[in-house]
């Protein structure tokens, strides 16, 4: 079928919507039509080509939510109309998958950013002319995409499908680094640097398990406003000073978890000083340069520095529930939002390169 799709290519500084062909859907495959997709930093750092070597030209996109339209051979969890949050690819038998922690598929990589499916091959094209996809096995930046069963994940047909595609990545990873990850739990003390979308999905996260101080450190007043409003017991001008050493100051012994959503070298310090003794200092994203923690301080401190890709959540559980959590009020998903006609993409792209919307979603439709 002919679609429509926004293309990174070299040259261009934002995806431009051309028409290209999409496969139908192969065994295991569902044919996805897209309502709404949002946008995530990782698409911007692929489209400038700072991802881990995705070929081009590529259509990205890996926040989406939409109807099935058609199911390959051999589905037999979904059915046509049955709406859907897609998230990441993995292969569902390495023993991360068989452990249900599918972010650290031993694939992850080449499935999410490899361009094409594990064979080679890719569902999109353009007069003949191969365009990669497959984007965490979506590529979501279209009108139609081709998921594997596993990557859609069902969610209840009056959910505001025009909202959830978020669940996908950016909101599962600052939900799930708090109630998966870090397991903060009520009277626990956090610090959230940096509220973007994952930051302000953490807050609310840590809101929702009653966490007692969660501490929202950014150099954004509307940022910082608006954690408060969505959790936040705390906040700090990180333009101010040394927000590590604030966060001390605030709580006295330092806080139990820190959560560091942003690639800045002194942010990881920060984030690390900030701790008690025995504290977990996690982190979404790898520093840009160079960085060397602390070794003595979490040694003498019992501290830990923790990785966290996807929030270690499994999606076909995780999602569900966010969105239970989104109906009944306690998760206001939608505070972080803005949309975005799909024709306006460079504009959304760049709001969110300059910090301001936190989370552009795309619509479709
Ligand atoms: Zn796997
Ligand atoms: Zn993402």
Redesign the pocket.
Known sequence: MRIEAAVSRDASPYPVIETLELESPRAGEVLVRIVASGICHTDLRVHSGRGPGTPRPVVLGHEGAGIVEEVGAGVTSLVRGDHVVLSGS?????P??ARNF?SY???MLPRNFGGSRMDGTTALSQKGERIFGQFFGQSSFARYAIASERTAVKVPPDAPLELLGPLGCGILTGAGAVINSLAVRAGATLAVFGTGGVGLAAVMAARLVGAVRIIAVDVRPERLALARELGATDTIDAAAGDAGQAVRKLTGYGVDFSLNTTPVPQVFTQALDCLTMRGTAAFVTSPVGEWQPAMFAMLAGGRKLQGVLGGDAAPQFFIPLLVDYHRQGRFPLERLIRFYPFADIARAFRDMEHGETIKPVLQME
């Open positions: 993995s292969c569902g038998v390495c991360s998958c599918p598929c031993q694939e």
